[in-house]
Protein backbone atom coordinates (compact mmCIF):
# COMPACT_ATOMS: atom_id res chain seq x y z
CA UNK A 1 0.00 0.00 0.00
CA UNK A 2 1.22 3.73 -0.92
CA UNK A 3 2.46 5.22 2.15
CA UNK A 4 -0.34 8.36 3.13
CA UNK A 5 0.57 11.53 2.59
CA UNK A 6 1.66 13.76 5.89
CA UNK A 7 -0.96 16.72 6.56
CA UNK A 8 -0.77 19.61 8.67
CA UNK A 9 -4.21 21.32 9.48
CA UNK A 10 -3.97 25.28 10.09
CA UNK A 11 -6.80 26.53 12.03
CA UNK A 12 -7.86 29.35 13.97
CA UNK A 13 -11.31 28.64 15.69
CA UNK A 14 -13.63 25.89 16.30
CA UNK A 15 -12.50 23.48 13.87
CA UNK A 16 -15.65 21.48 12.26
CA UNK A 17 -13.94 21.32 8.86
CA UNK A 18 -10.71 20.10 10.73
CA UNK A 19 -13.13 17.34 12.40
CA UNK A 20 -14.28 16.15 9.11
CA UNK A 21 -10.90 15.76 7.99
CA UNK A 22 -10.10 13.42 11.23
CA UNK A 23 -13.09 11.60 11.10
CA UNK A 24 -12.11 11.03 7.33
CA UNK A 25 -8.29 9.68 7.72
CA UNK A 26 -9.34 7.11 10.06
CA UNK A 27 -10.48 4.92 7.59
CA UNK A 28 -8.11 2.50 6.40
CA UNK A 29 -7.83 3.37 2.83
CA UNK A 30 -7.96 6.98 3.25
CA UNK A 31 -4.82 8.13 1.54
CA UNK A 32 -3.72 11.02 3.75
CA UNK A 33 -2.90 11.39 7.48
CA UNK A 34 -3.05 14.14 9.77
CA UNK A 35 0.44 14.80 11.46
CA UNK A 36 -0.29 18.10 12.99
CA UNK A 37 -2.97 20.78 13.81
CA UNK A 38 -1.29 24.28 14.05
CA UNK A 39 -3.38 27.40 15.80
CA UNK A 40 -2.76 31.19 15.52
CA UNK A 41 -5.01 31.75 18.20
CA UNK A 42 -4.58 30.15 21.86
CA UNK A 43 -7.39 28.43 23.33
CA UNK A 44 -9.13 27.48 19.76
CA UNK A 45 -12.00 24.78 20.22
CA UNK A 46 -10.11 22.74 17.00
CA UNK A 47 -6.94 22.27 19.07
CA UNK A 48 -9.04 20.04 21.63
CA UNK A 49 -10.68 18.18 18.56
CA UNK A 50 -7.04 17.21 17.80
CA UNK A 51 -5.83 16.25 21.26
CA UNK A 52 -8.87 14.20 21.61
CA UNK A 53 -7.86 12.42 18.36
CA UNK A 54 -4.07 12.17 19.86
CA UNK A 55 -3.00 14.41 16.70
CA UNK A 56 -0.06 17.01 17.73
CA UNK A 57 -0.79 20.57 18.10
CA UNK A 58 1.01 23.71 18.11
CA UNK A 59 0.26 27.13 18.73
CA UNK A 60 2.03 30.36 16.82
CA UNK A 61 0.05 33.36 17.73
CA UNK A 62 0.75 35.69 15.49
CA UNK A 63 0.52 38.61 17.70
CA UNK A 64 4.28 37.40 18.74
CA UNK A 65 5.76 38.15 15.60
CA UNK A 66 6.65 41.99 14.57
CA UNK A 67 5.60 40.82 10.83
CA UNK A 68 3.66 38.87 8.68
CA UNK A 69 7.48 37.12 7.09
CA UNK A 70 7.94 36.41 10.53
CA UNK A 71 5.18 34.45 11.48
CA UNK A 72 5.14 33.13 7.95
CA UNK A 73 8.56 31.94 8.38
CA UNK A 74 7.86 30.24 12.03
CA UNK A 75 5.38 28.49 10.55
CA UNK A 76 6.60 26.69 7.62
CA UNK A 77 9.79 25.72 9.60
CA UNK A 78 7.06 24.12 11.89
CA UNK A 79 5.36 22.32 8.92
CA UNK A 80 8.97 21.55 7.25
CA UNK A 81 10.46 19.81 10.50
CA UNK A 82 7.27 17.79 10.78
CA UNK A 83 7.55 16.67 7.35
CA UNK A 84 4.21 17.49 5.85
CA UNK A 85 3.53 16.89 2.61
CA UNK A 86 0.21 18.36 2.26
CA UNK A 87 -1.59 21.72 3.87
CA UNK A 88 -5.14 22.30 4.92
CA UNK A 89 -6.25 25.95 6.04
CA UNK A 90 -9.42 24.81 7.96
CA UNK A 91 -11.15 27.99 9.08
CA UNK A 92 -7.37 29.71 9.06
CA UNK A 93 -8.30 33.38 9.01
CA UNK A 94 -5.04 34.52 7.95
CA UNK A 95 -3.84 35.86 4.82
CA UNK A 96 -0.22 34.23 3.95
CA UNK A 97 2.83 36.10 2.42
CA UNK A 98 3.51 35.31 -0.98
CA UNK A 99 6.66 33.60 -0.36
CA UNK A 100 5.05 31.00 1.97
CA UNK A 101 2.37 30.63 -0.98
CA UNK A 102 5.13 29.80 -3.41
CA UNK A 103 7.32 27.72 -1.03
CA UNK A 104 3.38 25.47 -0.73
CA UNK A 105 2.36 26.26 -3.69
CA UNK A 106 -0.56 23.31 -5.41
CA UNK A 107 0.13 21.47 -1.87
CA UNK A 108 -1.55 23.81 -0.16
CA UNK A 109 -5.21 23.95 -0.04
CA UNK A 110 -8.08 26.06 1.21
CA UNK A 111 -12.08 25.41 1.26
CA UNK A 112 -14.33 28.86 1.09
CA UNK A 113 -17.88 28.73 1.89
CA UNK A 114 -19.45 29.87 -1.87
CA UNK A 115 -19.28 28.59 -5.26
CA UNK A 116 -15.93 30.44 -6.59
CA UNK A 117 -14.89 32.47 -7.85
CA UNK A 118 -18.41 34.06 -6.97
CA UNK A 119 -18.73 35.55 -3.67
CA UNK A 120 -15.03 36.06 -2.43
CA UNK A 121 -14.07 37.29 0.96
CA UNK A 122 -15.95 37.67 4.38
CA UNK A 123 -19.69 37.56 4.78
CA UNK A 124 -20.44 35.28 2.16
CA UNK A 125 -23.75 34.01 2.82
CA UNK A 126 -25.19 37.39 3.82
CA UNK A 127 -24.10 38.99 0.39
CA UNK A 128 -25.68 35.78 -1.12
CA UNK A 129 -29.15 36.45 0.46
CA UNK A 130 -28.43 40.01 -0.48
CA UNK A 131 -28.15 39.86 -4.23
CA UNK A 132 -31.03 37.12 -4.30
CA UNK A 133 -29.20 34.15 -5.55
CA UNK A 134 -31.25 31.06 -6.13
CA UNK A 135 -27.72 28.26 -5.30
CA UNK A 136 -24.73 28.74 -3.45
CA UNK A 137 -22.23 26.24 -2.08
CA UNK A 138 -18.72 25.46 -0.94
CA UNK A 139 -15.16 25.22 -3.00
CA UNK A 140 -11.73 23.45 -2.38
CA UNK A 141 -8.69 25.63 -4.41
CA UNK A 142 -5.44 25.51 -3.70
CA UNK A 143 -4.47 28.43 -2.33
CA UNK A 144 -2.49 31.03 -4.29
CA UNK A 145 -1.35 35.20 -2.87
CA UNK A 146 -5.10 36.81 -3.59
CA UNK A 147 -7.68 35.77 -1.59
CA UNK A 148 -10.00 32.53 -2.11
CA UNK A 149 -8.10 32.08 -5.51
CA UNK A 150 -5.95 29.38 -6.80
CA UNK A 151 -7.18 26.19 -9.29
CA UNK A 152 -10.29 24.84 -7.90
CA UNK A 153 -10.30 20.80 -6.93
CA UNK A 154 -14.16 20.32 -6.04
CA UNK A 155 -17.21 22.19 -5.74
CA UNK A 156 -20.74 21.20 -4.01
CA UNK A 157 -24.00 23.54 -4.54
CA UNK A 158 -26.16 24.02 -2.20
CA UNK A 159 -29.92 25.08 -2.99
CA UNK A 160 -30.57 28.67 -1.39
CA UNK A 161 -34.27 28.23 0.10
CA UNK A 162 -37.37 30.68 0.29
CA UNK A 163 -37.10 32.64 3.89
CA UNK A 164 -33.31 31.38 4.58
CA UNK A 165 -31.23 33.52 6.98
CA UNK A 166 -27.36 33.79 7.18
CA UNK A 167 -27.66 31.41 10.40
CA UNK A 168 -29.82 28.79 8.27
CA UNK A 169 -27.94 29.01 5.02
CA UNK A 170 -24.36 28.56 6.42
CA UNK A 171 -25.56 25.64 8.30
CA UNK A 172 -26.39 24.13 5.52
CA UNK A 173 -23.06 25.15 3.24
CA UNK A 174 -21.31 23.97 6.43
CA UNK A 175 -22.51 20.43 6.31
CA UNK A 176 -21.99 20.47 2.96
CA UNK A 177 -17.98 21.49 3.54
CA UNK A 178 -18.39 18.63 5.82
CA UNK A 179 -18.32 16.34 2.95
CA UNK A 180 -16.72 17.80 0.09
CA UNK A 181 -13.03 18.54 2.12
CA UNK A 182 -12.61 14.76 2.92
CA UNK A 183 -13.28 14.58 -0.60
CA UNK A 184 -11.38 17.01 -2.11
CA UNK A 185 -8.14 15.92 0.18
CA UNK A 186 -8.67 12.50 -0.97
CA UNK A 187 -8.51 13.42 -5.02
CA UNK A 188 -5.08 15.41 -4.30
CA UNK A 189 -3.18 12.81 -1.51
CA UNK A 190 -4.09 9.94 -3.97
CA UNK A 191 -3.10 11.77 -6.81
CA UNK A 192 -6.10 11.32 -9.12
CA UNK A 193 -5.96 15.46 -9.59
CA UNK A 194 -3.18 17.18 -10.61
CA UNK A 195 -2.93 20.83 -11.46
CA UNK A 196 -1.73 21.74 -15.01
CA UNK A 197 -1.05 25.75 -15.05
CA UNK A 198 -4.02 27.40 -13.37
CA UNK A 199 -6.19 24.53 -13.63
CA UNK A 200 -7.09 20.77 -12.00
CA UNK A 201 -7.14 17.80 -14.16
CA UNK A 202 -7.26 14.43 -14.08
CA UNK A 203 -10.47 13.17 -12.54
CA UNK A 204 -12.75 12.11 -14.94
CA UNK A 205 -16.65 13.17 -14.98
CA UNK A 206 -19.15 10.68 -13.74
CA UNK A 207 -22.27 9.70 -14.96
CA UNK A 208 -25.70 10.05 -13.79
CA UNK A 209 -25.43 13.02 -12.13
CA UNK A 210 -28.23 16.19 -12.66
CA UNK A 211 -28.13 19.46 -12.26
CA UNK A 212 -29.34 21.41 -9.67
CA UNK A 213 -31.95 23.41 -9.83
CA UNK A 214 -33.37 26.31 -7.42
CA UNK A 215 -36.30 26.57 -7.43
CA UNK A 216 -37.06 22.85 -8.45
CA UNK A 217 -38.01 22.24 -11.82
CA UNK A 218 -41.39 20.55 -10.48
CA UNK A 219 -42.66 21.46 -7.11
CA UNK A 220 -46.06 23.14 -5.85
CA UNK A 221 -45.75 26.89 -5.93
CA UNK A 222 -47.81 29.78 -4.44
Avoid at 7 to 25: E, H, M, P, Y
Avoid at 112 to 138: M, N, Q, Y
Avoid at 139 to 165: C, E, L, N, S, Y
Avoid at 174 to 193: D, K, N
Wanted: glycine letters at 8%; proline letters at 5%; hydrophobic letters at 45%.
Amino acid sequence: MTAKKRVGVLISGRGSNLQALIDAAKAPDYPAEIVLVISNVPGAQGLARAEAAGIPTCVINHKDFASREDFDQALDAKLTAAGIELLCNAGFMRLLTEGFVTRWQDRHLNIHPSLLPAFKGLHTHARVLDEGAKITGCTVHFVRTAMDDGPIIAQAAVAVHPGDTEESLAARVLQAEHLLYPHALRLVASGVVRVEGDHVVGMTRQSGQSALFSPPLHGTFD
